[in-house]
Every structure is written in C-alpha cells, then in structure tokens.
C-alpha cells in the first residue's frame, strides 16, 4: 500500500557530518525516495532539539523524527521500518524473503552499528587520552571482526538476501561511517556492496537533499 499523505522529516539545521550523509534523517530521506514517497523538512537547531517541542516527537531530543497526519515517530530504524511495512519496494512479498530483510535491519543496527560507533567516538573524541591507542585497538578489532563475519555471509551476493531490500538499505547506511576509516578497503566485497549502494538513485537524491542543506546553512553563515 502507498499513503499519499506527504509526511514530515526532521533533520539537522547544520550537520555535524559536513554534508557526508551520516546523519540518521538520511537513512529515512533514502527510504522516502526509493519507494516514491514526497515528503518534507523541518530543519531543527542543536538547541530546538532539546526544547519541549521537539522533546513531544523525539523523548531524547535527537533527529529525524516522522509524522504524518496523527502519527509520529522517532528513531531511524523504526522509521524506515514504517515506510517499508507500507510502501512497496523495501521488503519482499514472500513472508519468509521479508522476515529476513527485517531481520537484516536489526542486525545493521544491533550487530553492525554499535561497535561502528564505538570507534567513530573513539577517533573523534577520545585522541588525547592517554588510553587512546589501547582503546583504539579494542574497538577497531571489535569492528573488523564484524567486517569479516559479515564478508563472509555476502560472499559473491549483490545483496545481503537477494534483491535489495531495507535490510541493505539500513546496512550500507551503517557501512558509510567506515567509508574514510580504510578499513573497509581489506574486505573488497562489502566496499563494493556500500558503492553498489551509493550509485542506486535513490541514495543519489537523498544524498543530494542532506547535501544542500548543509551547502546552504554555510551559505548563510558565511
């Protein structure tokens, strides 16, 4: 089923990902734009986040959040879930195809992204710690660990459980915070999986979108 309510993103009046396409509204902008569905943005400031208003859409006072008519959500997985669960092209048909996929959200999320983030606090926040290399080395393992496992499962495969699902999309999202890091560049198949990724139009428009934001609010402040 495809809604024709044009539902309400939110998302970063200035990126703190400079326009990479890291921040989480991206991965719903994707969704959005591979089943077809218009939607709009509220830009909201680092400070109107944590105001009540936003705090009504999001408890913890992050982004995006989603609304439409009377619903409102917030966290990017559920969001993309929603979208998925009510448009086609985001999850199979066939009930045990589309179990997987979902089962391939939650392991993007779950599985992949925790240890990701880990070590992206890590190079950024952490450098002069006096435990930074030890750490570094912890975590880095931890997610070249994952990397290799999941190398594995993808094998020769375009996609995680044939045809691109959002299981891939909420995955590849994950990957893009090692897209710098070099270490995707030693498991040749998922650097090859994340492009794959990259060059569907859809993620073409959405990176597009996020872009100009970001390419507008410098603008402004110049």
């Known amino acids: 089923m495809t809604l ?6 939110t998302a970063f009046e200035r990126s ?3 326009g990479k396409g890291l921040a989480r509204d991206m991965r719903v902008r994707w969704a959005l734009e591979e089943v077809g569905q218009p939607y709009n943005v509220r830009l909201v400031s680092f400070s109107e986040m944590k105001q009540p208003a936003h705090r009504g859409l999001h408890p913890f006072g992050q982004i995006p959040t989603y609304e439409s008519g009377d619903l409102a959500l917030f ?7 929603h979208i998925a669960e009510r448009h086609t092209g ?6 045990n195809s589309r179990a997987r996929a979902i089962t391939w959200m939650f392991a993007a999320l779950n599985t ?3 240890p990701i983030v ?3 606090i890590a190079t950024l926040l952490e450098r002069d710690q006096t435990w930074y290399e030890q750490r570094l080395h912890v975590v880095e393992g931890r997610v070249r660990n994952r990397l290799l496992e999941l190398s594995s499962h993808l094998g020769d495969a375009d996609w995680l459980d044939g045809a691109f699902s959002a299981g891939d999309l909420m995955m590849v999202s994950v990957l893009l915070r090692l897209k710098n890091s070099g270490m995707l560049s030693d498991y040749p198949n998922l650097s090859t999986y994340v492009a794959r990724g990259e060059a ?7 990176f597009a979108a996020q872009l100009a934001v ?3 609010s410098n603008q402004l402040a110049d």
């Open 16 to 18: 703190p990902d400079g």
């Open 90 to 95: 985001l999850l199979p048909d066939d009930a």
């Open 75 to 81: 966290e990017s997985g559920a969001i993309v879930f």
């Open 214 to 216: 970001f390419t507008a």
């Open 200 to 206: 569907r139009p859809a993620f073409k428009r959405a």
């Open 112 to 114: 992949m992204e925790p």
């Open 118 to 120: 880990d070590w992206a």
């Open 4 to 9: 024709t309510m044009t539902p309400t993103i």
